[in-house]
């Protein structure tokens, strides 16, 4: 039996309080005090979340941009040095492995940061698809710590603890030699809240002292300690995906309505069947769900049509707390995809009225 980890971060939970959960075989606060309150903070103030369980890959060699061109489907030669990018990695058959993130160094030195989740099934996949690319793979997961300081205060917060002027690290961006409180940080302006702020990479001797001193700083500015369930409120109502939820193995990007993210003018493992799925059309596609009637659409339940035949299920579904409605993702039937379309939602014995809706349902606020 697998033993659950634990971030360098535990004890900092413990004393805050965290009500502690198994995710992605890390134990790791679901929250502090409460969803809301941690959500409501990092839209109006900030918030900050131990996102140490997350992967990281370093991706070093003379092939370094050639390989990971063939690994992911966005188009990562017009990624600046040190610069960030979105985009997705897929099997041959078009569905996901993992989205991640791209920090760049140069062209021949790489960062890669990957789901939590996926990370032994990340790096198997990147070394099989190795070849005679001229790269050095190497997982660092170990030995990185990382928090996310996330809101409209956040910038604010943080340079007060940094002599680096941090309007300078634009959107999608990072610096790697920032000193925070005299500890030396990799700070990208990154996030997964549709909110400003950055993601924050240290050493793992560093992680604890960096979080207090933070939240000392961030006390009188309504920073909260955030966990797991506001992270997911937060994700969930700017759409921004989560694997196991909205992309998968059995889900492409395109199908998961992330079509932006794939460049089919590079060559990518996966590009014949995408490229095949967009000239043919899609069969299914994600949508937003509004509902009309009373429930809340949990992850999982059927979507039917009107006439109660399945047409999809929910991958997401909240009682929204920052627009109060009750709304959901949900992957449907290509025929139930127009806007205001009326369908149903399958809560336990009930069938209950819902609309096709836009997918965001809360306006992204980050700083461009």
């Not at 924050?200 to 920073?223: C, F, P």
Request: glycine share 8%; aromatic share 10%.
């Amino acid at each position: 039996m697998e033993q659950i980890k634990r971030t360098a971060l535990y004890d900092i939970h413990k004393k805050y309080n965290g009500n502690m959960v198994d995710f992605a075989g890390f134990e790791l606060p679901l929250y502090y005090e409460n969803i809301l309150d941690e959500h409501k903070a990092v839209r109006t103030n900030a918030g900050m979340f131990d996102v140490s369980h997350m992967g990281e890959v370093a991706i070093k060699g003379e092939d370094a941009e050639k390989y990971i061109q063939n690994l992911v489907t966005n188009n990562i030669e017009v990624i600046s040095e040190y610069g960030v990018m979105y985009t997705l990695m897929c099997y041959e058959d078009g569905g996901v492995v993992d989205d991640l993130l791209v920090y760049k160094y140069n062209s021949k030195d790489y960062l890669l940061v990957i789901n939590a989740s996926n990370i032994e099934q990340d790096f198997n996949w990147m070394i099989e698809q190795k070849g005679n690319y001229d790269v050095d793979i190497n997982n660092i997961s170990d030995n990185v710590a990382e928090v996310a300081l996330q809101g409209p205060k956040a910038q604010m917060i943080l340079q007060k603890l940094t002599e680096t002027d941090l309007s300078n690290i634009k959107f999608f961006t990072f610096d790697d030699n920032v000193m925070v409180d005299n500890k030396k940080c990799l700070v990208s302006r990154t996030g997964y809240t549709g909110e400003d702020g950055f993601e924050i990479y240290t050493s793992l001797d560093n992680i604890a002292d960096i979080w207090e001193v933070i939240m000392k700083t961030g006390k009188d500015e309504g920073l909260k300690p955030a966990g797991l369930g506001s992270r997911d409120t937060l994700r969930f109502e700017v759409a921004l995906p989560l694997y196991g939820n909205e992309i998968d193995k059995d889900i492409t990007p395109l199908e998961a309505s992330l079509g932006y993210f794939v460049k089919l003018d590079t060559d990518f493992v996966g590009k014949e069947v995408l490229a095949r799925q967009k000239e043919q059309g899609l069969s299914r596609k994600l949508i937003g769900i509004e509902l009309i009637g009373k429930g809340i659409a949990r992850h999982g339940y059927d979507i039917l049509s009107n006439e109660g035949e399945k047409i999809g299920f929910i991958t997401t579904g909240y009682q929204s707390p920052s627009v109060g409605k009750s709304v959901a993702l949900g992957i449907v039937d290509i025929d139930y995809t127009k806007m205001g379309t009326e369908i149903k939602v399958q809560i336990r014995k009930k069938q209950v009225s819902a609309k096709v809706v836009s997918k965001k349902f809360y306006k992204k606020n980050y700083s461009k």
